[in-house]
């Protein structure tokens, strides 16, 4: 991360022992909104790590007291406090930067100008999506009796293909065509060569490719209405259509609104040794989470997907599993479920994730108890488990960090 020329600091005052003035520092807490003396003028940005650390600082080297994202997205720290350089942000919130560039994807019109350069033009068609030809024949034939009746309950959970309880509360099972796979990277490739606006696919990724803003948007529609949602219904849908055992073991998922999936955020990530080599322990920004593995697993090395718990549970930063990612191969979890990529050391790993939401879900009792301002958190079990801590979001990380 850059260096910026603000130190971290926040409430600056005068106060001694004796009544004499002295200055005293009130520190920042994850989350607090900040404005940066940077070499590009004051930035406003929000605190996401203290006592940071970079992994090539020597032993001697103290912790810069802050790591500050930016609105514009680029990570910067802190070697010291000092008012000068860094003070608490007034004023009306600004606009972080992934909204800021959505705004600028829709003003240039990329889903329509996109399209027509296209390498792979079916695959912006959303009558093409909706005939299922992206998944494989087995899926295809778990999922005809829902898809004629429109009763989730006619899909079952046991035969779809290959199918595996990872872990509590997570699945996989075989899902789309190897070709499917390989024109989706080809056309994030292709997109990435034309010269079109880009942006990062999430505020903790830096490489991939929203497809969501370069013109499919509705292509997923139709893939979560046709196919998606009645998987999402069997797994974390309401108590009359969720499946509640797997070959007689009890699949521990949850109603997480399932059952009425009707928005999603559909990009692709991009892992390399060179690039985003590992991605942090986090939850996601939605309700149900699906990860399809586009690259043939004798391509890469390392980059697991390492599961932990619930988020506000006792065992929230406890390993449960690590998952390797297989071309064609869907891993579903709830998206409140922790979890992280493990280092890449060779190669080049991709994925296609779909965020799903559920808006009616969202405004039950059931979802404010587990998520938001009224979450119901419990005490957590132990000592946390290193590979669950998040540098981003454990405001403990270095204390159990240099415990590990």
């Not at 010291?80 to 909204?99: K, M, N, Q, T």
């Not at 006792?314 to 297989?326: C, D, G, P, V």
């Not at 079990?381 to 990380?397: A, E, I, K, W």
């Amino acid at each position: 991360a850059a260096e910026p020329r603000a130190a971290m600091g926040n409430l600056w005052g005068r106060r001694a022992r004796d009544g004499t003035a002295e200055e005293v520092v009130v520190p920042f807490a994850i989350g607090d909104r900040v404005v940066c003396n940077t070499d590009d003028g004051w930035k406003e940005g929000a605190v996401v790590n203290t006592d940071y650390r970079e992994d090539d600082w020597p032993a001697d080297r103290p912790s810069a007291p802050y790591q500050v994202q930016l609105l514009d997205g680029r990570l910067v720290y802190a070697p010291r406090h000092s008012p000068e350089l860094i003070r608490a942000a007034v004023g009306p919130r600004g606009e972080p930067w992934h909204v800021q560039l959505a705004k600028e994807f829709r003003a240039a019109d990329i889903e329509e100008r996109y399209p027509p350069m296209a390498l792979h033009k079916h695959l912006f068609d959303p009558a093409v999506a909706a005939e299922g030809g992206w998944f494989i024949e087995e899926l295809l034939a778990v999922l005809a009796p829902w898809r004629k009746s429109k009763d989730p309950k006619d899909i079952c959970i046991a035969k779809l293909p290959d199918v595996k309880l990872e872990a509590p509360g997570v699945v996989s099972f075989n899902c789309l065509t190897h070709e499917f796979c390989d024109q989706l990277l080809a056309e994030a490739k292709h997109y990435q060569e034309s010269g079109l606006p880009q942006r990062a696919p999430n505020s903790m990724n830096n490489y991939g490719l929203v497809l969501n803003e370069v013109g499919m948007r509705f292509v997923f529609d139709a893939l979560l209405r046709g196919f998606i949602l009645g998987i999402g219904a069997r797994l974390f849908g309401d108590d009359a259509v969720r499946e509640k055992e797997l070959d007689g073991v009890d699949l521990q998922t949850e109603d997480w609104g399932g059952s009425t999936l009707t928005s999603h955020h559909t990009f692709i990530v991009r892992y390399s040794p060179d690039e985003d080599r590992h991605l942090d322990m986090h939850v996601d920004e939605c309700d149900v989470t699906f990860n399809f593995g586009l690259t043939d697993s004798s391509g890469f090395e390392g980059s697991d997907l390492a599961i932990c718990g619930m988020f506000g549970s006792a065992e929230h930063r406890k390993h449960i599993h690590t998952y390797k990612h297989l071309k064609g191969r869907c891993v579903v979890h709830s998206g409140k479920r922790r979890h992280g990529a493990l280092n890449i050391t060779a190669g080049e790993r991709a994925s296609l994730i779909m965020w799903t939401k559920s808006f009616a879900f969202r405004q039950t009792e059931a979802y404010k108890k587990r998520w938001g301002p009224r979450a119901q958190i419990e005490k957590e079990s132990g000592d946390p488990d290193r590979v669950c801590l998040s540098q981003t979001h454990d405001r403990d990380y270095h204390k159990w960090a240099r415990k590990s």
